[in-house]
T-cell receptor, first 114, second 114 residues
């Protein structure tokens, strides 16, 4: 069965620290990959996405993620976090280029101290 | 409106009552999804509608759950004889065939079953 693993459930950082959140999935076919973010009191919004091409994708607010096919991974990174990055981050995987359900990880709560 | 809308935003009900949740997708989005998010957990897929095709109901947890969608417009999720374990945030999302399954989420309905 398809599964998505986010290894860190809660990450606490100081401002300006670097961030890397891990995401691994188990599906062996073509995938579409997403990171969603949920800021406190707000609804889920897309941070970045990968469909094809350059495996290093850049999203909003200085975030980037790298798709490593051989490792079934799509880790999220940011060189220098800000207090406003405090939020919950979800990795999601879709199968191929067709529409259909997304498989979500359990989420990682990021807390950034000023 | 520009985004996915859901109503009500909050619903408190007594165990055993039926509830109906509504979702209004982005205009032109042919695909509509319902997910459930329990406290501290990731998103759990419930059901997916795509155009006039038969819906993918594989995520519905029991026969107390059902959903309908009229054409490519609004959808309603109905939970009959609610139980306390149904308490969760119910999220609706929609996507376009041209969007590589990028899903746009509504604000959710927080359901509390007493």
């Amino acid at each position: 069965a398809q599964s998505v693993s986010q290894h860190n459930h809660h990450v606490i950082l100081s401002e300006a620290a670097s961030l890397e959140l891990g995401c691994n999935y188990s599906y062996g076919g073509t995938v579409n990959l997403f990171w969603y973010v949920q800021y406190p009191g707000q609804h889920l919004q897309l941070l970045l996405k990968y469909f094809s091409g350059d495996p290093l994708v850049k999203g909003i607010k200085g975030f980037e993620a790298e798709f490593i096919k051989s490792k079934f991974s799509f880790n999220l990174r940011k060189p220098s976090v800000q207090w406003s990055d405090t939020a919950e981050y979800f990795c999601a995987v879709g199968r191929g280029s067709t529409l259909g359900r997304l498989y979500f990880g359990r989420g990682t709560q990021l807390t950034v101290w000023p | 409106g520009a985004g996915v809308s859901q109503s009500p935003s909050n619903k408190v009900t007594e165990k055993g009552k039926d509830v109906e949740l509504r979702c209004d997708p982005i205009s032109g989005h042919t695909a509509l999804y319902w997910y459930r998010q329990r406290l501290g957990q990731g998103l759990e897929f419930l059901i997916y509608f795509q155009g006039n095709s038969a819906p993918d109901k594989s995520g519905l947890p029991s026969d107390r759950f059902s959903a309908e969608r009229t054409g490519e417009s609004v959808s309603t999720l109905t939970i009959q004889r609610t139980q306390q374990e149904d308490s969760a945030v119910y999220l609706c999302a929609s996507s376009s065939p041209a969007g590589h399954n990028e899903q746009f989420f509504g604000p959710g309905t927080r359901l509390t079953v007493l």
